[in-house]
């Protein structure tokens, strides 16, 4: 399949309303994007990206109106976090709407809804004028891809176009919250932290008894081809031209990694992180060395992808 790149979403438009595959930039990570209202189109996703049919997607909108036509009803606690974080990095499971190929859902009753709040996202959702299913645009296990350039090495040739954007801001998925039932669920950790969404919500639990209910949570996910170990302090890195480090705090001025970064803060941490594991697997790095962090605020959502990626890795 030829691939064809664009900068312009309008024209990348074009392409979801033909029931195309479309890679997008959004603020967490790049999206392989389908008409989330097509069953073809939505299981070209799951084969392009070589994803369990059994996981679900997340369908992106551009307007509140657009849910009539993917969710059936809107609960309270998500009214409430629409209101508060609408659009931006946050993901609402609610009913499934009948009318909505199950499909997008991994055969569930509930679906998964964002409004993305970057710019060109918006621009291509609102051109579309359909809701668009789409998880991260990477082969399925590998790290999210955070720059189209990521994305192109895993997809170009698998999907139809992709849209060229800037570099994810956040870098890690959205936080997804289950919305369905009385009182709502943290089912993964993003960047809208637990504060931040006890803060709207009071009642909001960390205890998900059915983590199933949200993408990305059934399988292995983020982790590169090296192994990836969790350590406390760069101390225990063991330095070599096959390792890499990542941490906030610097490793001694005599230890030489392959890879080696020292993020300036958590957010710039998370934001690296992805693009570090693909840097790493570039270069033949065969272990990578991640440090630990307090799970506070994004830092849990940080320490959730690492542990991932360590588990996955072993």
């Given at each position: ?37 097509n ?112 994305a ?7 999907v ?10 956040v ?5 997804v ?12 950790p ?25 993408p990305?949570l ?13 350590i ?81 890795s072993?």
């Amino acid at each position: 399949m030829h691939t064809y790149f664009t900068d312009d979403p309008v024209e990348a438009a074009k392409f979801i309303s033909s029931d195309k595959l479309v890679v997008f930039p959004t603020e967490t990570v790049y999206g392989l994007g389908g008409n989330a209202l097509n069953a073809a189109a939505v299981e070209s996703i799951y084969e392009a990206k070589g994803r369990p049919s059994s996981n679900p997607l997340i369908v992106h909108v551009g307007a509140i109106a657009d849910l009539s036509r993917v969710v059936e009803e809107i609960t309270p606690s998500a009214h409430a976090f629409m209101d508060a974080f609408f659009p931006g990095p946050i993901t609402l499971v609610l009913p499934r709407h009948p009318s909505l190929p199950k499909v997008v859902s991994g055969g569930l009753d509930t679906v998964a809804i964002r409004m993305p709040s970057l710019p060109i996202a918006l621009q291509l959702l609102r051109s579309a004028g359909l809701p668009i299913a789409a998880p991260s645009a990477n082969i399925s296990g590998r790290p999210s891809a955070t720059t189209w350039q990521s994305a192109a090495e895993d997809l170009d040739g698998r999907v139809s176009c992709i849209l060229r954007g800037p570099k994810a801001t956040v870098g890690l998925e959205s936080t997804v919250v289950d919305c369905t039932g009385r009182s709502p669920i943290l089912l993964r950790p993003g960047a809208i932290s637990v504060g931040s969404l006890s803060a709207i919500v009071p009642e909001i639990s960390t205890d998900a008894p059915d983590i199933f209910r949200s993408p990305g949570l059934r399988h292995h996910h983020y982790a590169p081809s090296a192994r990836v170990c969790v350590i406390s302090t760069p101390d225990e890195a063991i330095p070599g031209d096959q390792t890499g480090y990542i941490g906030l705090a610097p490793p001694h001025a005599d230890a030489q990694f392959k890879q080696c970064v020292v993020a300036s803060h958590v957010k710039d941490y998370s934001h690296r992180l992805f693009e570090f594991f693909r840097d790493c697997d570039r270069s033949g790095v065969t272990t990578i060395y991640c440090q630990s962090l307090v799970e506070t605020g994004l830092a849990h959502a940080l320490m959730d992808r690492i542990r991932r990626a360590a588990k996955a890795s072993r």
